[in-house]
């Protein structure tokens, strides 16, 4: 896609969908065709940074802990399409799901489907390992805590569109077992310290014979919202898996292509507290008013006034 600066920017987001051939155990190799990313970088500039980038990196991890909880507080609609693409470069089977997500009256976080056509895949399938990822692994964050966990090497200084970019290179350190990782590469806008661009794929793949999990490469896009948080918009997966050879069947590559897009973010919590008769009822339905039954505007502790509650 062009990437334009009325459009949203570069992001996290785990493309990663879990790969089986259909009807028979097939022996996988961890290997894979990789997509180009998209245009509008500018040249890579290898200069080191006017401050050290360790400090970059702890400043900009910080923030993803901030944007990490700040998402707790949201909802938003997800759709998610995998297909797989035939020799002409058609799909020729789809995954195709919208879901909103949002909170329930007790404020657990809930997902309800709004769309979710027949599945036509027949050439692979999805694990559950892949709905993992969609709904636990992605976006990719990388907050203080999780920094540990990583070599983040520091690349050079990147333009994408307007942006200005510090340009990181992360990897797994070390991996343990039952975990996954991301493995590509970062752009940390300079004035807000957050991520805007990720590139790369989940790691590892499973290729034990019978158990084969191969994933895409990817590239994900946030957006800026609400004037403060950089939020996962896009994110876009292509790439040919390459499965070898078993008894009884032969090797078979796997065009895949994978779309999710976020839209309709709304923060859920609210700063503003409902007085009534002396109660706090601000996000308490069954605590209204009685129809026809007014009050005065009251004082939150904080001196902001809020309207008086709605009757039901």
Do not use: C
Request: hydrophobic share 30%; proline share 8%; no cysteine.
């Amino acid at each position: 896609m062009s990437f334009l600066p009325s459009r949203p920017l570069l992001a996290t987001f785990s493309a990663a969908f879990a790969l089986l051939l259909s009807g028979s155990a097939m022996h996988a190799q961890a290997s894979y065709t990789s997509m180009p990313l998209d245009q509008g970088f500018g040249p890579l500039d290898s200069s080191q940074p006017e401050m050290p980038a360790q400090q970059i990196i702890t400043e900009f991890t910080a923030k993803e802990a901030v944007f990490r909880k700040a998402l707790d507080n949201y909802t938003w609609t997800r759709s998610v399409r995998v297909e797989t693409i035939d020799d002409d470069g058609k799909p020729d089977g789809r995954y195709y799901q919208v879901v909103d997500i949002a909170f329930d009256a007790d404020e657990h976080r809930t997902e309800r489907v709004l769309e979710s056509p027949a599945n036509t895949l027949t050439r692979v399938m999805m694990s559950p390992a892949d709905m993992e990822d969609i709904e636990e692994r992605l976006p990719f964050v990388l907050t203080t805590e999780d920094a540990p966990q990583y070599d983040i090497t520091f690349v050079g200084r990147q333009k994408i569109d307007e942006i200005d970019t510090w340009v990181f290179d992360v990897r797994p350190k070390t991996i343990e077992k039952k975990k996954r990782y991301f493995q590509g590469r970062i752009w940390v806008d300079q004035k807000d310290h957050q991520i805007v661009v990720t590139n790369g794929k989940n790691v590892p793949d499973d290729v034990r014979p019978g158990h084969e999990d191969l994933s895409t490469p990817f590239v994900t896009y946030r957006q800026l919202v609400d004037g403060k948080y950089w939020f996962p918009v896009y994110t876009h997966g292509d790439g040919i898996l390459h499965f070898s050879a078993g008894h009884g069947y032969l090797s078979q590559d796997v065009r895949m292509r994978e779309t999710l897009k976020y839209t309709n973010y709304h923060e859920f919590h609210t700063s503003i507290r409902v007085i009534y008769q002396g109660q706090d009822i601000t996000g308490s339905p069954q605590k209204q008013p009685p129809a026809g039954q007014g009050q005065q505007p009251a004082q939150t502790p904080q001196g902001q006034t809020t309207p008086p509650a709605k009757p039901q």
